[in-house]
Structures are given as C-alpha cells and as structure tokens.
C-alpha cells in the first residue's frame, strides 16, 4: 500500500496544454499525481522519471520557480508548482533515482540548526560513515534510549519537514554489492537505503 508523504495545493503544465491548471499535488511512496476537482489529471510512477530539474516558468503576474519533471519513453515533460519547492524536489529525487540521490553538506547544515547537540553528532557521524550499528551512535557515551529517542522524536521529523523523508532508516540486512558483503542490524543515512549498493 501506497503511503501518502507530502500534499500540498499547487499548479501543473504540460508542454501540450501551455497552461497552467491549479489543483492538488500529492506524493506518495510509489507515485507523483495531480488532481483538479477530484478528479486524478496526471499520474506516474518514480520508474518512468527519467530527469528532474528547476525551472523559472512565466506564473500569474511574473515568473515563479518550477520543477521540470522528464517522464516516460518519450521523453514528456511537465511542471510543478508547490510551496517547499525544494522539499518537493529532493522527494522526488531520492524515489525516483535513489543510487544518485545526495544530501548535500549545506542540506546538513540546515538540518542541525534545528536540532540539539546529540542529535547532531548523530547525524554527522550519519552523514561521514554511511551506516552504524548502534553502539557506535552511543559511543559509550550516551545510552541507547536517549539515541533511539533523539532518531525518533528530534532526527526523522526534522528531516520530514525539511527533505520530505526521515534521515535515519534501520535495515536489519544489507547487501553492498561492491564490497562482497551483507551488514546487518544498522542505522543508514536515507539516501544509501536501496536494497543494494
């Protein structure tokens, strides 16, 4: 089942129509749509997008800042118009290509100004290693509820409101293709979460 992520009013285009038509654009775990009087205009799933970029589009009375969004084998474009343009984007992004998805280090500097000091160490610690087990978030310095907690309560919904998904995902196994081996039982920073890397 498909959950919902992110809802949000907003306008869409296509490069047939050359209009924009306002309604509801909805995010799900397995597909992007746009819906006008509740009715489902446009649809696709994270597979077909080929490419994702911004866009400055004439909007209203000026121009606004899109997202252009390549899809399907014919290579079809569309646009998007949304509040948190940049949440949407990132969303988006890590879906529909999560091997090439990265959290950039200024994208982490915006994440740990609204976080307190062990929650930040976590995610940097995140952020340099990949992947922990953890005792290595504790470090022997901090018990496992109060990381647990910091991940759960402070880290994910930071993040959500920020990226449009949690930071920290647990896999309790791993394949990295790579290097020949499976990790178990470990904390990944979001955008290695593919089943295999």
Not at 48 to 59: D, T
Not at 109 to 118: C, E, F, P, R, T
């Amino acid at each position: 089942m498909d959950t919902i992520a992110l809802k949000a009013p907003g306008g869409f285009l296509t490069s047939r129509t050359k209009k924009w038509q306002m309604g509801n654009w909805t995010a799900a775990s397995g597909f992007l749509d746009f819906s006008s009087k509740n009715s489902i205009i446009w649809r696709c799933d994270y597979f077909s997008i080929i490419n994702l970029h911004f866009e400055k589009l004439p909007f209203s009375f000026g121009r606004e800042e899109s997202i252009c969004i390549e899809y399907g084998s014919k290579n079809e474009k569309i646009w998007v118009i949304v509040k948190n343009l940049k949440k949407w984007r990132n969303f988006i992004y890590a879906h529909a290509c999560p091997q090439l998805f990265f959290i950039t280090e200024e994208e982490i500097y915006a994440l740990v100004q609204k976080i307190d000091i062990l929650s930040e160490e976590i995610v940097w610690y995140l952020w340099r290693n990949k992947h922990a087990v953890l005792s290595e978030l504790t470090r022997g310095i901090f018990n496992q509820s109060e990381v647990l907690g910091r991940i759960k309560n402070n880290i994910n919904p930071k993040s959500e409101e920020l990226y449009g998904f949690p930071f920290c995902v647990f896999r309790t196994e791993k394949k990295l293709i790579n290097e020949n081996k499976v990790i178990t039982n470990s904390w990944w920073l979001y955008q290695s979460d593919s089943e295999e890397i």
